[in-house]
């Protein structure tokens, strides 16, 4: 992946929208893009299945090393741990929102994400932080339910040894730009 030092338009000062995420590994990640593609989600295939850290994030390309560094540090103070995602959830009715719950692994994103969002990218989140993986966002309640029956036997379980910088395109498609290793110098 490129570094975010040589982001496209190097050299220029451009607003960029970014954000921070676990990537569920496969096959489990291409289970969720699957079944979010069959609930008619049309963010299915732009946005790589994830547990977030850092939701969409607008900033400058010249914070981008800063940014770097800051996620440089935070990872290298981590350790990997073991994630299970078992079963649904569902933040109706505040958010039309159907997801996969972190059974297990919860707690090192809490404070992951904690770690994360400050510094550089302090901010205020609109709602409390909750890891999940989303399969189905704002889509009709029959769809969602659905999309919440249909999840409650996903299982997966993995280690979790990285976090990912994203960039989010003119196409509306998430990119991954950096992977950040746990306990890497």
Request: proline share 10%; with cysteine.
């Amino acid at each position: 992946m490129p570094t975010a030092a040589a982001p496209d338009g190097a050299g220029l000062d451009e607003a960029v929208t970014i954000g921070v995420s676990i990537h569920v590994p496969e096959p489990y990640g291409s289970r969720v893009q699957d079944a979010r593609a069959g609930h008619g989600d049309p963010q299915a295939r732009s946005i790589p299945t994830h547990v977030t850290l850092l939701p969409p994030t607008e900033t400058r390309t010249a914070l981008l090393p800063a940014i770097e560094h800051h996620l440089r540090t935070v990872a290298a103070a981590r350790r990997p741990f073991r994630m299970l995602l078992q079963g649904s959830g569902t933040f109706r009715p505040v958010s039309p929102v159907v997801f996969i719950r972190v059974e297990e692994g919860a707690q090192e994103c809490r404070e992951l994400e904690a770690e994360v969002r400050s510094g550089p990218l302090a901010r205020e989140l609109a709602f409390p932080y909750h890891p999940h993986v989303t399969v189905a966002h704002g889509l009709p309640e029959p769809v969602l339910d659905a999309a919440y029956e249909d999840a409650r036997s996903f299982r997966a379980v993995f280690e979790v040894g990285e976090f990912v910088l994203s960039r989010f395109g003119a196409d509306s498609v998430w990119r991954p730009w950096s992977a950040f290793g746990f306990g890497a110098a």
